[in-house]
């Protein structure tokens, strides 16, 4: 069962800051984050480990509680080239040399001028 | 070089027809990937490929037949097609902790 992402859409006006969570039904050992604009490859943002700190870089950071398998992405003073749809991916357990992962349902950001 | 090449990138189809889907990276990978994205869906996952052994098939019909050749590579070989079957097809490679994506194949059955 694919974790659920809240909200499914969201909308901005460039500046402004936005919070995408990301929740499964499952005890996770890693979130992942990814983007994805229309027609091109998902983009790697970052991951975060079970027992791992809150991570960030830039104006993007995330953090996970692993008691609520939850997840949340948060978008500080958005920028026009933040638009796409941004999907968590989860791991239930670590495999040796690859990543099993599950994708959330999706959240897509528009960001305005 | 840190890109994963798919090709084709548009590909239409009968349910007859055989075709097959590349994918190449040339960033010392050992694990490469193949998802199936629907439109406004997120990416599921198909096969995973870890040191050129198939390690994971998610119960993927028989129509669909992965293969890789070598570290590089990996195909997916597609026979007997259904409509339903048309989608984004994704491939990605890991060295690490995270997955390079490639910008897909759009497959069309018709």
Known sequence: QQPVQSPQAVILREGEDAVINCSSSKALYSVHWYRQKHGEAPIFLMILLKGGEQKGHDKISASFNEKKQQSSLYLTASQLSYSGTYFCGTETGMNTGFQKLVFGTGTRLLVSP | DTEVTQTPKH??????????????QHMGHRAMYWYKQKAKKPPELMFVY????????????SRFSPECPNSSLLNLHLHALQPEDSALYLCASSQGQFQYFGAGTRLSVL
């Open chain 2, 11 to 24: 590909l239409v189809m009968g349910m007859t027809n055989k075709k097959s889907l590349k994918c190449e």
């Open chain 2, 50 to 61: 870890s040191y050129e052994k198939l390690s994971i098939n998610e119960s993927v019909p």
